[in-house]
């Protein structure tokens, strides 16, 4: 794992896209390659919650907040079994 | 499981419960650590062909293949890039990158919920019987989103990603994570996306207990479950030198003790390290074990693993002792020696023996397994308490289920007790938790959506909700096992479930999407923190007033204001110190009267207008308002409780009050 990065769950208004975009895949990559140079996506999600989740820095995740059509971005939880 | 289906019923009144056909259309997701394929409670045989609507794979991976899926197991997804990306690639000579289960959790809760009948099924002969899930006609998807350092949230939003994808029926969780907003919280959200696809969701209340405000999974999209016991034991037995003898339970198979009295040691007295008495790995002193007993106290290592130690260090027996956090709850373990558990009182009084006598002696019996104990059901002491520790207003948990020594299927990647050092391999295993009760009631919604196909998630909810019992086997308030007293809704919830009146419940309290909208609304959610739960772009209307103490809830919490005389109030529904809740119910039965009964505590007293509901057909829907008005002053945080029934005589619709001064 990436020193000084953590994996962040970032929700997208997906009727935000710009007609720019034929796909809102393209579109979240779109908007995390705008902060960072090197993170990837994970996961795109669209039926449990509209957005992705990436590795990044703390910077990064700052800077995509502020980004058009973002709703929020939210670092990562852990859970475990009961 | 083995003993649960007759515990509740579900054995004596097989007759009632849809076969084959209905529930074999329907499919249990379960987000856990994955499946042992090739154990028996994934037989498909009698099983037809797999529902067209399924679109659920078996993905490859590490000993994974698709032929280890059936008309039984249809599905099989692991999901491990989260889990990666923070601890790095996964070591598979440690675990399977693959839906294979390493761990047994998960072939356990799956097989809880919807295993194929197994006859001959024990472990190591104890709770034998025929085990099977709750719904064994249902099939079975896995979605294997815990490893060995955790289940991350970016996994955990994949796989409900893909079950809802699937077409998945219910949602089977037995995990949990701190306590956070329903919008930062990836299960809550994931969740309210599988709600509105229909897909029951039921997940455990968490471990925690008996704390209050200990609760996970406390949204209201969300069926959360404690636990409870049933009635069955497996008591062993200390003989102490004094001649005195205290039970505790066991689940050690093995060469047993010798035939005479040993000498005991606290483990405290063979260490030099602070916690020796924990018996931590490495701090017992050898030569002041060996060939002893040795009484260690529970807390911070797991039970199995204090059993290691001593084994290591050369004791040949142990018991282990609850101290005031587990109070007199007895969990039994599959230990490496010959060891019991006692409770704290019991652990007490041995430790008493211990440092008065100047040779103590004792030794352990083994008495097998025993059913038919009272009380039962109890509420397990670890099973997680309200207060809701987010919306107070939504009384949580829901329901408790069995939890506690539970025997269900298990992985032959590791043995009973999860020890490396454990070489024994087993098909069934028998371990406690809320874990273990979750899929109980997910196995529970599949039997009812299976006879019910048109029901919502939140009329399967409220059936299991308002038909559950507040009394246990012998007609008394089920006990809370840490108190010895009787458990209040903030330890059972609803009560404990009872599918068989669930079936057929009378009345439901209906929730849709819009409900839970209007409910984020009513805590002054903001668009984003909407939009992250409902993916749209509804906004609340400014000019509506938006009340939890509206929102559909098969149980009422109700926050009253602490009060001084001079507040004590009118109970004309204006003073602060009452309040109003509304509640529209569907019935789901024949034409009929329902008339309400109401039990209160001294602290307050409730109202219901009209106290008649006359439905003269099916699907027809009647609303009540309940006007809650406190009598005593009462100070902040103070609790009462009371119960409101509906009966026509066949049918009893019950929903629990818990009044909370704040």
Same mark, same amino acid.
């Given at each position: 794992?990436?020193?000084?990065?953590? &994996?962040?769950?970032?929700h997208?208004?997906?009727?935000?896209?710009?007609?720019?975009?034929?796909?809102h895949?393209?579109?979240?990559?779109s *908007?995390?390659?705008?902060? *960072?140079?090197s993170?990837?996506?994970?996961y795109?999600?669209?039926?449990?919650i509209?957005g992705?989740?990436?590795?990044? &820095?703390?910077?990064e995740?700052?800077?995509l907040?502020s980004?058009?059509?973002?709703?929020?971005?939210m670092?990562?939880?852990k859970?475990?079994?009961h | 499981?083995?003993?649960?289906p007759?515990?509740?019923?579900?054995?004596?009144n097989?007759a009632?419960?849809?076969?084959?056909?209905?529930?074999s259309?329907v499919?249990?997701g379960?987000?856990?650590? #994955?499946?042992w394929p090739e154990?028996?409670?994934?037989?498909?045989?009698?099983l037809?062909?797999?529902?067209? /609507?399924?679109k659920?794979?078996?993905?490859?991976g590490?000993?994974?293949?698709? %032929?280890?899926c059936n !008309?039984?197991?249809?599905?099989?997804?692991?999901?491990s890039?989260?889990y990666?990306?923070?601890?790095?690639?996964?070591?598979?000579?440690k675990?399977?990158?693959?839906?294979r289960?390493?761990d047994?959790?998960?072939t356990?809760t799956?097989s809880?919920? =919807?295993?194929s009948?197994? $006859?001959?099924? %024990? +472990?190591?002969?104890y709770?034998?019987?025929?085990a099977r899930?709750?719904?064994?006609?249902a !099939?079975?998807?896995?979605?294997?989103?815990?490893w060995?350092?955790?289940?991350?949230?970016?996994?955990i +939003?994949?796989?409900?990603?893909k079950a809802?994808d699937?077409?998945?029926n219910?949602? %089977?969780m037995?995990?949990?994570?701190?306590?956070s907003?329903y919008?930062?919280d990836?299960?809550?959200?994931?969740? /309210?996306?599988?709600?509105?696809?229909?897909?029951l969701?039921?997940?455990?209340a #968490?471990?925690a207990?008996?704390? %209050?405000?200990?609760?996970?999974?406390? =949204?209201p999209?969300?069926?959360?479950?404690g636990a409870?016991?049933?009635?069955?034991?497996?008591?062993?037995?200390?003989?102490?030198?004094?001649?005195?003898?205290?039970?505790?339970?066991s +689940?050690y198979k093995?060469d047993p003790?010798?035939?005479?009295m040993?000498?005991l040691?606290? =483990?405290?007295?063979?260490?030099?390290?602070?916690?020796?008495? +924990?018996c931590?790995?490495?701090?017992?002193?050898?030569?002041?074990?060996?060939?002893?007993i040795?009484?260690?106290? !529970?807390?911070?290592?797991?039970r199995v693993?204090?059993g290691?130690?001593v084994?290591?260090?050369?004791?040949i027996?142990m018991?282990?002792?609850n101290t005031?956090?587990?109070?007199?709850?007895?969990?039994?373990d599959?230990?490496?020696?010959?060891?019991?558990?006692?409770?704290?009182?019991t652990?007490?009084?041995i430790?008493s023996?211990?440092?008065?006598?100047?040779?103590p002696?004792?030794t352990?019996?083994f008495?097998?397994?025993?059913?038919?104990?009272?009380? $039962?059901?109890v509420?397990?002491?670890?099973?997680?308490?309200g207060?809701?520790?987010?919306?107070?207003?939504i009384?949580k948990?829901?329901?408790?289920?069995?939890?506690?020594?539970i025997l269900?299927?298990?992985?032959?990647a590791?043995?009973?007790?999860g020890?490396?050092?454990?070489?024994r391999?087993?098909?069934?295993?028998i371990?406690?938790?809320?874990?273990m009760?979750?899929?109980?009631?997910?196995?529970?919604? =599949?039997?009812?959506?299976g006879?019910?196909?048109?029901?919502?998630p939140?009329?399967?909810r409220?059936?299991l909700?308002?038909?559950?019992?507040v009394?246990?086997?012998?007609?008394?308030?089920i006990?809370d096992?840490?108190?010895?007293k009787?458990s209040t809704?903030?330890?059972h919830?609803a009560?404990?479930?009872d599918?068989?009146s669930a079936?057929?419940?009378?009345?439901?309290?209906?929730?849709?999407?819009?409900?839970?909208?209007?409910f984020?609304?009513?805590?002054?959610?903001t668009?984003?923190?909407?939009?992250v739960?409902?993916k749209?772009?509804?906004?609340?209307?400014?000019?509506k007033?938006y009340?939890?103490?509206?929102?559909?809830y098969?149980?009422?919490?109700v926050?009253?204001?602490a009060t001084?005389d001079s507040?004590?109030?009118?109970?004309?529904?204006?003073?602060?110190?009452t309040?109003?809740?509304?509640r529209?119910?569907t019935?789901?039965?024949?034409?009929?009267?329902?008339?309400?009964?109401i039990?209160t505590?001294?602290?307050?007293?409730v109202?219901?207008?009209?106290?008649?509901?006359t439905?003269?057909q099916?699907?027809?829907?009647?609303t009540?308002?309940?006007t /809650?008005?406190?009598?005593?002053?009462?100070?902040?945080d103070a609790?009462?409780f009371? !119960?409101?029934?509906?009966?026509?005589?066949?049918?009893?619709?019950?929903?629990?009050i818990?009044?909370?001064?704040?």
């Amino acid at each position: 794992a990436s020193t000084g990065t953590r &994996t962040y769950i970032i929700h997208m208004a997906k009727s935000r896209m710009p007609a720019v975009f034929e796909d809102h895949s393209h579109w979240y990559d779109s *908007s995390l390659k705008s902060v *960072s140079g090197s993170a990837e996506i994970l996961y795109t999600y669209d039926n449990a919650i509209h957005g992705f989740s990436a590795r990044m &820095t703390a910077e990064e995740a700052a800077a995509l907040e502020s980004r058009h059509g973002i709703v929020s971005v939210m670092p990562e939880l852990k859970y475990e079994l009961h | 499981t083995t003993r649960t289906p007759s515990f509740l019923g579900l054995d004596q009144n097989s007759a009632m419960f849809p076969e084959s056909e209905s529930t074999s259309d329907v499919i249990v997701g379960v987000l856990d650590t #994955g499946v042992w394929p090739e154990s028996p409670s994934y037989d498909d045989t009698g099983l037809g062909p797999v529902p067209s /609507f399924w679109k659920g794979e078996c993905e490859v991976g590490t000993n994974f293949t698709k %032929s280890n899926c059936n !008309r039984k197991l249809v599905g099989a997804r692991f999901f491990s890039k989260g889990y990666e990306a923070t601890l790095g690639p996964i070591d598979q000579s440690k675990e399977s990158k693959s839906p294979r289960d390493d761990d047994g959790h998960g072939t356990h809760t799956s097989s809880t919920a =919807a295993g194929s009948v197994v $006859s001959g099924a %024990s +472990l190591f002969g104890y709770a034998a019987g025929t085990a099977r899930g709750m719904a064994p006609h249902a !099939r079975v998807a896995v979605y294997k989103v815990c490893w060995i350092g955790g289940c991350f949230s970016s996994d955990i +939003l994949a796989a409900i990603e893909k079950a809802i994808d699937d077409n998945v029926n219910v949602l %089977s969780m037995s995990l949990g994570g701190g306590v956070s907003d329903y919008f930062r919280d990836s299960v809550a959200s994931g969740a /309210f996306a599988a709600m509105e696809k229909g897909i029951l969701i039921s997940c455990s209340a #968490g471990n925690a207990g008996p704390s %209050s405000y200990s609760l996970s999974n406390v =949204a209201p999209w969300i069926t959360t479950v404690g636990a409870g016991t049933l009635d069955r034991d497996f008591p062993a037995y200390v003989s102490l030198g004094n001649g005195k003898n205290y039970s505790g339970v066991s +689940l050690y198979k093995g060469d047993p003790l010798p035939g005479q009295m040993i000498p005991l040691i606290y =483990a405290g007295n063979a260490t030099n390290a602070t916690n020796g008495n +924990l018996c931590m790995t490495g701090t017992l002193i050898p030569e002041k074990v060996a060939g002893k007993i040795v009484l260690c106290d !529970r807390g911070v290592n797991p039970r199995v693993q204090k059993g290691s130690v001593v084994k290591t260090a050369g004791g040949i027996g142990m018991v282990l002792t609850n101290t005031v956090a587990n109070g007199e709850e007895l969990v039994a373990d599959a230990h490496l020696l010959p060891a019991t558990g006692v409770g704290e009182t019991t652990g007490e009084a041995i430790k008493s023996y211990l440092f008065s006598d100047t040779n103590p002696t004792a030794t352990i019996f083994f008495e097998g397994t025993k059913v038919g104990i009272q009380p $039962s059901p109890v509420v397990a002491a670890f099973s997680s308490r309200g207060p809701n520790p987010i919306t107070a207003r939504i009384l949580k948990p829901d329901m408790i289920a069995p939890g506690v020594n539970i025997l269900a299927g298990w992985s032959r990647a590791v043995g009973p007790t999860g020890l490396s050092e454990d070489a024994r391999r087993v098909e069934f295993n028998i371990i406690s938790g809320t874990s273990m009760s979750c899929p109980h009631v997910s196995g529970l919604a =599949a039997l009812l959506k299976g006879a019910h196909p048109d029901w919502s998630p939140a009329a399967i909810r409220s059936a299991l909700m308002t038909t559950a019992k507040v009394v246990d086997k012998n007609g008394k308030l089920i006990e809370d096992v840490s108190t010895g007293k009787p458990s209040t809704p903030f330890d059972h919830g609803a009560g404990h479930v009872d599918p068989v009146s669930a079936l057929n419940p009378g009345l439901i309290y209906d929730l849709g999407v819009d409900d839970y909208l209007y409910f984020l609304c009513a805590l002054n959610y903001t668009a984003d923190e909407i939009s992250v739960l409902a993916k749209n772009n509804f906004t609340c209307d400014s000019g509506k007033s938006y009340s939890i103490n509206d929102f559909n809830y098969p149980s009422f919490a109700v926050s009253l204001p602490a009060t001084t005389d001079s507040t004590l109030g009118s109970g004309d529904g204006t003073s602060s110190d009452t309040v109003k809740h509304t509640r529209t119910v569907t019935n789901v039965g024949s034409p009929g009267t329902y008339k309400v009964s109401i039990s209160t505590s001294d602290a307050f007293k409730v109202s219901v207008n009209p106290q008649e509901l006359t439905f003269s057909q099916t699907n027809e829907k009647k609303t009540y308002t309940a006007t /809650f008005t406190a009598i005593s002053s009462e100070p902040t945080d103070a609790n009462a409780f009371g !119960r409101i029934e509906w009966t026509d005589g066949k049918h009893v619709v019950g929903s629990p009050i818990a009044v909370s001064w704040t």
